[in-house]
């Protein structure tokens, strides 16, 4: 048996075949979901690169974005330009209110702010899946925010509102999006 076979995944449909996405995780409770959305990903065939901010690490280990990825994760930038987004899209989940709202002002501060700052700039498709408390998602600042998000053609993946809170989308919500940005015939069940 090859000795990676723990990090494979069964392939299910190839609809995001030849397709790489950049995982951007940031820090909110939900990051401990990015490893399901990385093999669910790749069970339709995506090469998918984690990239997270200082942030995510209090919530998600490294080592677990890395098995889920089979690549090693982008933690810091470096003298090998990971700031420069080379991807074909880049999905940031969660995405909180603070990147969000970094991102809206153009700044780039870090691994994940830096790659979609250069996203936008290449064109390359942004999607962000927010996930944050309601007093924080009612916030003017982040709520102008959203507003503007189109006009920049970033894509929210809308929230779950309960509980006081916007959760994050499902897994399947979220790969069945960036599935529907390729292939918007397709129905996930
Ligand atoms: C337990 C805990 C949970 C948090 N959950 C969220 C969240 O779901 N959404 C959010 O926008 N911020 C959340 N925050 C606040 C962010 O971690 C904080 O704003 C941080 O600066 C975000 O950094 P980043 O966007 O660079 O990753 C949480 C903080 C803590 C301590």
Not at 3 to 11: F, G
Request: hydrophobic share 40%; with cysteine.
């Amino acid at each position: 048996m090859n000795e990676k076979h723990d990090l494979k995944v069964e392939q299910l449909e190839n609809y995001l075949e030849g397709k790489t996405i950049a995982l951007c995780v940031t820090g909110g409770i939900a990051a401990i979901e990015t490893p399901k959305i990385a093999r669910h990903l790749r069970r339709y065939g995506a090469v998918v690169k984690a990239y997270v901010t200082p942030n995510a690490l209090k919530f998600i280990g490294e080592a677990s974005l890395e098995w889920a990825t089979e690549k090693n994760v982008v933690c810091n930038l470096s003298g090998l330009a990971e700031h420069i987004c080379l991807e074909d899209l880049v999905l940031v989940a969660p995405a909180t209110l603070n990147t969000i709202n970094k991102i809206m002002y153009g700044i780039a501060d870090n691994t994940v702010t830096s790659l979609v700052a250069s996203a936008l700039g290449s064109k390359i498709p942004v999607y962000f899946a927010p996930c944050m408390h309601g007093s924080l998602y009612n916030n003017p600042f982040f709520q102008e925010n959203l507003k503007k998000v189109d006009q920049y053609g970033i894509k929210i993946i809308e929230p779950r509102f309960s509980e006081g809170k916007a959760k994050i989308a499902t897994v399947n919500t979220i790969v069945s999006s960036i599935i529907n940005h390729y292939n918007p015939e397709v129905v996930l069940k």
